[in-house]
């Protein structure tokens, strides 16, 4: 994992316990994912099955590693759910209701991600505070999602349109997450946007100082964000044959969470894209090693799973707070 | 500072490692069950009582078959939740899935996919499609024919007991206008009421949707409307209650029979205090009893159609890819104890 070089000149004088301390701070999120995978190989009795399994995960991790990007400006993205669930309406109903062929309303559902996640850009530039700006269009995009198609889901996709739903026998989600890991570590890791993206994240006022184009940086970031998140959509809808106006509920917790729990500053200026695949592995194994056990221990129901999930989540982020706070 | 965080960390890091290996410890005992059937049994949701029901069920008919059953639902009734969890349990290797589905399309693919795997699919409580998912069979709690027969029948049973004569104006207070479920069940209790009480004279049923408060609301509206309503009905888990709940605030308890489908649950206080004399549901411990039962049998062979015992269900019929529970139970004050869902 390659640390910018804004992160060594942000941070105070290393003092001499810093080597240990940085060793010791990532220990836990591996522990966890040991931890995890054994639970998940040691239960499993069909491997070859397990490709199915990841793929909601592979979508959450899709979505957490632009939301990494995001969370290093100091922003956050709660709308990236009602995105997935918006743009996947918009293609079904392009389709269905007014005729277009499947290829063109992809297209119409890649517009409306773009539309979606520039207005969430939009209205950060403005000086609204992501939290509030998102929270406000998650609620939105959801209810256009909803009101759209009446509340129903859209079914009956063409099936050469369902045939893309694998290619080379993987299903296409891994495609798309190879695609958008490879994309945002470049632009974030090696790229001067990517700079500029720590360097706002560090201290907004001092970027702005210092000629970096903040609106620049916000603008194009959430625009991505709702551009992925329509990629996903389509690639569900080709994998479920429906779209689902409610689907992806909650999603953009468990994208925060991927992304957090990897070791990325929820308030920005430190972390990397291969960090939140860390945490994507780590939550993605647990979840479903947990759901593996509880067909032998009875006590494990889908309530209790989350109890444990969340018992784990805060462990690993106390973790990391003391481990930031010491270094 | 610096030598208390080395401590700290040393500590969790022997921490990590007491974890990993008790997880070791864990998983090498649990016990080895290869040779039994597995089956995963995924409700709707789970921490509701229909679906804790239909649990004990699928639980009594699992130990008297010495099968390994997972019930595992997700805590909202959503399909993407269910649809994650069947492609999880299929990664371990079980036998049989069987799903009461949220979507019957959305979850098809998936259930196509899991039996093209190898894994015996079948529904229960409520049908995929049967094409797109090529399910083997769906357990159906009650054929709707005898739930929209029967709620005619309480209905004719309840007035003349009241000593009223039945010849007056009768409501239907569904749910949503497209709701499947209720459309054929009024689709009966009409043909019923063609066929057997000619002199009940039906008025445009209600949808208020599933809002206990809009059911309420249209309900009061219709006791002060029609001044010859001799009994409504309230034929989804929501609207029964309400309609019972606005015919005892109008004071029309004697005078107005109510009755409907409902849990023994929500329907006690009003069966206690005279509002509803009678009322029917099938009985969902039954219903999970029944699709292990199903599922057991399938997998030992194949079930052409006829009539079968399954375990305590005697002579339980079974049609071409459906098996049916049987007639609705009725509860009345008599019975309304012995019920807990």
């Known amino acids: 994992m390659s640390r910018p070089r804004q992160e060594s000149t942000a941070a105070a004088p290393a003092p001499p316990g810093e080597r240990s301390n940085r060793r010791l701070f990532g220990l836990l999120p591996w522990g966890l994912l040991a931890l995890a995978l054994m639970l998940v190989f040691s239960q499993v009795r069909r491997p070859e099955l397990l490709v199915e399994v990841w793929v909601p995960w592979i979508e959450v991790g899709i979505l957490a590693f632009v939301m990494t990007a995001i969370i290093l400006t100091g922003g956050i993205d709660l709308s990236v759910g009602s995105m997935v669930a918006l743009t996947g309406m918009v293609q079904a109903i392009l389709w269905q209701d007014w005729g277009w062929p499947i290829e063109a309303a992809a297209g119409g559902a890649l517009l409306a991600g773009a539309l979606a996640g520039g207005l969430n850009g939009l209205l950060v530039v403005a000086g609204l505070s992501p939290l509030v700006a998102t929270l406000a269009t998650m609620a939105l995009y959801r209810g256009l999602a909803i009101t759209v198609a009446g509340g129903d889901r859209i079914v009956g996709f063409p099936q050469s349109f369902l045939d893309l739903g694998r290619l080379l026998g993987v299903p296409s989600q891994f495609w798309l997450a190879g695609l958008v890991f490879l994309g945002m570590v470049l632009l974030v890791h090696h790229t001067r946007f990517g700079r500029w993206c720590y360097a706002v994240g560090?201290?907004?006022?001092?970027?702005?100082?210092?000629?970096?184009?903040?609106?620049?940086?916000?603008?194009?970031?959430?625009?991505?964000?709702?551009?992925?998140?329509?990629?996903?959509?389509?690639?569900?809808?080709?994998?479920?044959?429906?779209?689902?106006?409610?689907?992806?509920?909650?999603?953009?917790?468990?994208?925060?969470?991927?992304?957090?729990?990897?070791?990325?500053?929820?308030?920005?200026?430190?972390?990397?894209?291969?960090?939140?695949?860390?945490?994507?592995?780590?939550?993605?194994?647990?979840?479903?090693?947990?759901?593996?056990?509880?067909?032998?221990?009875?006590?494990?129901?889908?309530?209790?799973?989350?109890?444990?999930?969340?018992?784990?989540?805060?462990?690993?982020?106390?973790?990391?707070?003391?481990?930031?706070?010491?270094? | 500072m610096k030598r208390g965080t080395i401590i700290g960390g040393r500590r969790s890091g022997r921490f990590v490692l007491a974890v990993l290996l008790a997880a070791l410890g864990l998983q090498c005992a649990g016990p080895d069950r290869d040779a039994t059937l597995r089956i995963a049994m995924i409700p709707k949701l789970v921490g509701i009582g229909y679906f804790e029901a239909t649990e004990r069920g699928a639980r009594e008919a699992a130990r008297e078959l010495n099968v390994e059953l997972v019930y595992d639902g997700p805590t909202d009734a959503r399909t993407e939740d269910q649809i994650k969890m069947i492609d999880g349990w299929m990664a371990q290797g079980f036998d049989v899935i069987a799903v009461a589905p949220n979507d019957p399309e959305a979850i098809s693919r998936t259930l196509r996919s899991a039996g093209e795997r190898g894994a015996l699919v079948l529904t229960w409580d409520t049908d995929a499609n049967p094409e797109l998912s090529r399910r083997s069979v769906f357990v159906n709690q009650a054929p709707n024919r005898a739930i929209g027969h029967t709620l005619v029948d309480l209905m004719a049973e309840g007035v003349r007991a009241q000593g009223a004569s039945l010849p007056g104006d009768y409501l239907i207070v569904s749910g949503t206008p497209t709701a499947s479920n209720q459309n054929t069940w009024m689709k009966y209790m009409r043909e019923r009421i063609r066929e057997k009480y000619p002199e009940m004279h039906l008025l445009q049923h209600l949808t208020p949707g599933e809002d206990q408060q809009k059911c309420q609301e249209q309900t009061a509206e219709a006791l002060s409307a029609y001044p010859n309503l001799k009994g409504i009905w309230g034929i989804t888990s929501v609207s029964f209650p309400a309609v019972a709940k606005a015919v005892r605030d109008a004071n029309k308890v004697g005078q107005i029979e109510v009755t409907g489908l409902g849990m023994p649950e929500q329907m006690r206080e009003f069966v206690k205090d005279g509002t509803v004399r009678k009322f029917c549901l099938w009985d969902p411990v039954d219903l999970g009893y029944l699709t292990i039962r199903v599922a057991h049998r399938l997998k030992q062979g194949t079930l052409p159609p006829g009539r079968y015992d399954f375990g305590r269900l005697k002579g339980v019929e079974v049609r071409e890819g459906e098996v049916l529970l049987g007639p609705p139970l009725n509860f009345d004050a008599d019975n309304i104890d012995n019920y807990n869902f």
């Open chain 1, 202 to 327: 560090d201290n907004r006022q001092a970027a702005r100082f210092a000629a970096v184009p903040v609106n620049k940086v916000d603008g194009v970031l959430y625009t991505i964000n709702g551009l992925v998140a329509a990629s996903v959509a389509i690639l569900g809808a080709m994998r479920h044959d429906a779209s689902i106006p409610d689907a992806h509920i909650g999603t953009e917790l468990q994208v925060i969470a991927c992304v957090v729990v990897g070791g990325t500053l929820i308030t920005g200026g430190r972390g990397s894209v291969p960090r939140s695949l860390l945490g994507l592995a780590v939550i993605s194994h647990l979840d479903v090693g947990l759901q593996f056990l509880s067909s032998r221990l009875s006590w494990l129901t889908a309530e209790s799973r989350l109890i444990v999930i969340g018992i784990l989540l805060i462990l690993v982020a106390v973790w990391n707070q003391k481990s930031q706070k010491e270094s």
